[in-house]
């Protein structure tokens, strides 16, 4: 049991960093200005070398459908262990019918199909509301996020999914 989990936390890992090379090239081919996630942080975030973060997921547009959240994650990336990443969204009402809520799903494949059926609930449809919802990257692992809203709708087709895999500071 335990061996096969490593085996699949490796595989995990190997996918991530692929997937992440592979999207590193793809901005590149486009000729976009990218990030050289070794050296530099995101500008507006000052001092963030050293102490952890508070991340909001989405920045002034929350969690919410529509937005692309895997370009927010590679523009708004690398996240650091400890960072926190706050989930900010709205209480279902009488507007709200189909309320977001935060998954973290097993595995890039599941990640890749919006394939909630294994995916734990980290923060229900009302825990968003207030000062939102805040996890903190505590560990070494790639981390997927997906919303749950309209059973799978908001991540396919509203792009409310990421990935973060947090990187070590420097100077540690
Ligand atoms: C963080 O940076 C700001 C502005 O550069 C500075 O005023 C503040 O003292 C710094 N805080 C720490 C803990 O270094
Ligand atoms: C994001 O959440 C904050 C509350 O934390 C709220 O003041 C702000 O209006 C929200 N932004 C959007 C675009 O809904
Ligand atoms: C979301 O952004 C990523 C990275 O920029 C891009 O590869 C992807 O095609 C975008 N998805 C949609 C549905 O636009
Ligand atoms: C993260 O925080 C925990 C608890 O505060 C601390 O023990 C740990 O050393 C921190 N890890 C890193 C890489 O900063
Ligand atoms: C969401 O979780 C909170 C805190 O655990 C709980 O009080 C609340 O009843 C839950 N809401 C729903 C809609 O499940
Ligand atoms: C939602 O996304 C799925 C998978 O990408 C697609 O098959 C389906 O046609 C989309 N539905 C709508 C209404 O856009
Ligand atoms: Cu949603």
Sequence with gaps: MASSTYVQALILLLSASMWAISMANRQWQHGFNYPDWSHKRHPS???STDTPNKIVVGGSQNWTFGVNY????????PFYFNDTLVFKYDPPSDTNIHP????????????LKCDLSKAMLIANATEGGGDGFEFVLKKWQPYYFACGGGAGFHCN????KFF??????RGH
Excluded: E
Aim: net charge positive; no cysteine; hydrophobic share 40%.
């Design 45 to 47: 975030r000052q001092n």
């Design 70 to 77: 895997t370009d927010w994650a590679l523009k708004n990336g």
């Design 100 to 111: 977001h809520s935060v998954y973290l799903l097993p595995n890039l494949w599941s990640f």
């Design 157 to 160: 087709n509203g792009t409310m």
């Design 164 to 169: 973060v895999m947090p990187m070590f500071r």
